[in-house]
């Protein structure tokens, strides 16, 4: 089984958002600013020296940087002692962003243009918390968390109480994203496994009755439509322990213009694969039950 090491990056990131507020308190010719140097999950006092401000004890941004940042109020920037980077690749025709969605709030990752989380009326982090608490993780599961993506699921699994959450990812670039992400830093926690390989034969090579939970929550179909396929039901059938239970994110693509029901078509392969099942379609949703 091939297993990812994850090593987040431990560098500050910042915002156009935030460096609009950096550049304010230097208009204002204060001192220092309270300020995220983490996207919101703590703050940090950020000593201000002419047209400079120290984010760190070895890392300084200057104004010009600051005013860089602002040509692009969705991306977040990685900080270090030689210069300012956009969190983003380029490769294989591919292109990942990690995007600022609200101040203060996890961020998402986008690929192609296209954002792996759900963003309307909500923020990437409490989509997550929410989708494993309807999973019902609770103390001493196992959870098995299909797309890694960056990492909330898992991460939020392990704050819910899972001793052990295996999670698979078959694109290294969007773990790499993850990396600079101060928000998935989690992901080293030892009790979370990354494996990095197409989730269709990863789950093959899993036990029988293994998972006291599995969290699936895969693109959309049009891009991975091998996720939504019986054959792939029916391993996740086979490693999910009796009583266990199956959240698979469905949403809705299609469901507006072309009269598509992929919910629909999802909820009755896993039926026929043996899972008794409860679509949730005011989430765009199902739970489904092994007995």
Not at 32 to 61: A, C, F, K, P
Not at 86 to 102: Q, T
Not at 160 to 183: F, H, Q, S
Request: hydrophobic share 40%; charged share 25%; net charge positive.
């Amino acid at each position: 089984m091939q297993r990812y090491q994850f090593k987040p990056l431990l560098l500050p990131v910042l915002t156009a958002e935030i460096a609009e507020s950096i550049l304010k308190a230097m208009e204002e010719n204060r001192s220092y600013v309270e300020e995220t140097i983490n996207l919101g999950l703590s703050m940090s006092l950020l000593l201000i020296e002419n047209s400079e401000v120290r984010i760190r004890e070895d890392i300084v941004v200057s104004r010009d940087h600051l005013l860089k940042m602002l040509k692009d109020p969705r991306a977040v920037y990685l900080v270090d002692r030689y210069g300012v980077y956009k969190v983003e690749i380029r490769a294989y025709g591919h292109y990942y962003k990690l995007v600022a969605v609200a101040k203060n709030k996890a961020p998402t990752v986008e690929i192609n243009g296209i954002h792996m989380h759900r963003v309307e009326s909500t923020d990437p982090w409490s989509d997550s918390m929410a989708k494993v608490r309807l999973a019902r993780v609770k103390k001493g599961h196992r959870v098995l968390d299909i797309c890694t993506g960056m990492g909330y699921t898992a991460i939020a699994s392990r704050m819910m109480g899972a001793t052990y959450v295996l999670t698979i990812e078959k694109d290294e670039n969007v773990l790499e994203i993850a990396r600079a992400n101060p928000w998935s830093r989690r992901l080293s926690d030892p009790q979370i496994e990354i494996m990095l390989k197409d989730a269709t034969e990863a789950v093959k090579e899993l036990e029988t009755s293994s998972f006291h939970r599995i969290i699936h929550d895969p693109p959309r179909f049009s891009m991975a439509g091998e996720l939504y396929s019986r054959e792939f039901y029916q391993e996740l059938y086979r490693v999910l322990k009796p009583n266990g239970v199956l959240y698979h994110y469905v949403g809705s693509p299609g469901a507006r213009y072309r009269g598509l029901d992929v919910l629909g078509g999802v909820a009755s392969r896993l039926r026929r694969v043996g899972f008794i099942v409860k679509p949730l379609r005011s989430q765009g949703a199902i739970l489904a039950f092994k007995v």
